[in-house]
């Protein structure tokens, strides 16, 4: 038995039970756990009830003693979890793993070296995570666009595409977003959304469908955008806090930021961060702002600041 009292382990592979006696006792005491390299949930898990464990770390290399069933081993107190997952194919078994229900954060990331023995258009099955009711934070990368969201999300990271359908329906009282693409879009945002950050990329798919859109008009089965002026000014008019960058491909040509007008009111956004190269116009940038970063480009209009009364950082 240990003299002293552990409460996080990081990296733990092992301890002799035959010099150091049984594992249980400081498996049930400790509190925050990091393990890497986890081939088998099972081989840990059942040694203890992990009874005061609230913050979990795991990263697996899928072998022949990953079960999906095993994740119901995981302590039902655990409050924070972040899974990684390894594979060289996807396996459709996946979209089964449950997670403890009182989680309250979860970072989820399954890599996939290839989708197996599916055809290049196969659509993965339904990832479903809205049993998750106590779930406040989600960061995800799935090898799907296909996810049933907690009701009761406030912020959601993905470096996938996020189906913004989806949100706009099951996450009411989502806060803060950050992405990369745009899935799913209909028009609509989710309306409590203050916080959001994406790249140039998911701009651009927001710009793509709002010029489809508008072009559509005799289409009756097609949702269109309410303001047809601006591609981003409903979803402006509720940002506190925007940030955009660049990554991949160079950017269709488009203005961010309308001409300020009596039509727009943006003056609830407080910081505004853009770092990418010349291609998209900025545009007018509320002059609300009390903290602005610009990095790479030449479109700024410094005569504007003049007006920037609130503007400290």
Same mark, same amino acid.
């Given at each position: 038995e240990y003299p002293y009292n552990v409460t996080r382990l990081d990296a733990y592979p092992f301890t002799d039970e035959s010099k150091y006696g049984s594992n249980e006792k400081w498996f049930n005491n400790v509190k925050s756990l990091n393990i890497e390299n986890m081939c088998s949930l099972k081989k840990l898990f059942s040694q203890a009830n992990f009874d005061n464990l609230v913050d979990l770390s795991l990263s697996m290399n899928m072998g022949d003693d990953f079960k999906v069933d095993d994740f119901e081993l995981l302590p039902p107190g655990l #409050? %924070?979890? #972040?899974?990684r997952i390894c594979t060289f194919m996807y396996h459709d078994d996946f979209c089964q793993i449950r997670f403890p229900v009182g989680l309250t954060e979860l970072s989820l990331f399954i890599i996939c /070296? @290839? *989708?197996g023995d599916h055809e290049p258009e196969f659509i993965a099955p339904v990832f479903d995570l809205s049993y998750l009711e106590n779930l406040k934070k989600l960061k995800y990368a799935l090898p799907t666009e296909n996810i049933k969201f907690p009701k009761n999300l406030l912020e959601l990271e993905s470096s996938c595409s996020v189906p913004l359908r989806q949100l706009y329906i099951c996450c009411p009282d989502l806060v803060k977003l950050k992405c990369c693409h745009f899935s799913q879009i209909t028009g609509?945002?989710? %309306? %409590?959304? @203050? *916080?959001?950050? @994406?790249?140039v990329s998911g701009l651009t798919d927001l710009f793509e469908y709002w010029q489809n859109a508008t072009r559509k008009t005799d289409d009756s %089965? $097609? $949702?269109k955008l309410d303001d047809s002026s601006h591609f981003l000014s409903k979803i402006l008019s509720q940002l506190h806090h925007f940030k955009v960058s660049y990554l991949d491909r160079d950017p269709v040509k488009f203005t961010i930021f309308p001409k300020e007008s009596a039509a727009y009111d943006f003056s609830n956004m407080k910081t505004f961060e853009m770092h /990418? #190269?010349?291609g998209s116009i900025i545009g007018d940038i509320p002059s609300s702002l009390t903290s602005l970063r610009v990095t790479r480009t030449k479109d700024l209009d410094f005569s504007r600041f003049k007006y920037f009364g609130n503007l400290v950082d």
């Open positions: #409050e %924070k979890l #972040e899974c /070296f @290839t *989708n609509d945002f989710p %309306k %409590k959304v @203050t *916080n959001l950050t @994406t790249i %089965k $097609r $949702r /990418f #190269e010349d």
